[in-house]
């Protein structure tokens, strides 16, 4: 009796305290979205606001992006590191960082993101046949192709021999019309609010990019930046710098995926 006279009088008490905690909970996560860009930039950015929070998202949402799948592939990994930088760390750790920070992104924004991996290993190829590397490459085009209405983005880490090559650069898939557009919305974003002295352009990628050879939805790869050049590979290595490089990079896609 004493025990249900209780739990009569704590139910309703309790039942406030979960709506107060969720509201908090909802109300921190639109305060964080809304000051995405202001707390990654110092400043908000135009545009941003009208994706990130809320208002413009409905928007997108309307036009088809929540049913785009996005597949996010972190370039390497297992025996494959990539390319190694001047101060040690190997590309396949920061591809996956990056690519983690992007998922993450996405994810607030309500979008369906694929992960080719989410630890340190190659992939296999269900077809079974080839190199270790081969296996690896065809196995992220079988994940990427498994979703047509997919939108396939690769990160990488780019090297040169000389030092003095930094900045990154987008190459996009030359069978498809719209991965040229992903590609520039990634690029021209990054020039305008990460890197203002980069002047690259994006690239058509040749058949020596596997994975954006083989695939016919829009499918870019992002050479984030030279591991090759100091300046860039202590930046890369730094997770401030890699939260503005990936929420730039999901910013795009969820552009985009909008409007595409
Ligand atoms: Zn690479």
Request: aromatic content about 8%.
């Amino acid at each position: 009796m004493e025990k249900n006279w209780q739990s009569a009088r704590i139910k309703p008490f309790s039942f406030l305290l979960k709506v107060i905690a969720a509201s908090l909970l909802i109300f921190s996560v639109i305060a964080l979205l809304g000051a995405g860009s202001k707390w990654l930039f110092g400043e908000k950015i135009p545009g941003f606001a009208a994706v990130l929070p809320g208002s413009s998202l409905e928007a997108a949402a309307e036009e088809g992006a929540e049913k785009r799948v996005i597949i996010l592939d972190a370039g390497h990994g297992g025996m494959d590191s990539g390319a190694v930088s001047v101060l040690g760390t190997r590309e396949k750790e920061i591809n996956l960082a990056v690519a983690k920070k992007v998922e993450e992104f996405l994810r607030m924004e309500g979008m369906e993101v694929v992960m080719t991996r989410s630890d340190d290993r190659m992939l296999t190829s269900r077809a079974g046949r080839g190199t270790a590397k081969m296996q690896d490459l065809l196995g992220r085009v079988e994940i990427a192709r498994e979703y047509e209405n997919g939108i396939f983005v690769s990160i990488h880490m780019n090297t040169l021999p000389m030092e003095k090559y930094k900045g990154l650069q987008v190459f996009y898939s030359a069978n498809s019309d719209t991965s040229k557009v992903l590609a520039l919305t990634i690029q021209s974003h990054i020039a305008e609010h990460l890197q203002p002295d980069n002047k690259r352009e994006t690239k058509k990628a040749g058949s020596n990019i596997f994975v954006l050879d083989r695939l016919e939805q829009p499918a870019v790869l992002i050479e984030c930046g030279f591991l090759s050049n100091y300046e860039e590979a202590s930046l890369l290595i730094k997770e401030e710098y890699q939260n503005k490089l990936a929420f730039l990079i999901a910013h795009s896609i969820l552009q985009f995926a909008g409007n595409d």
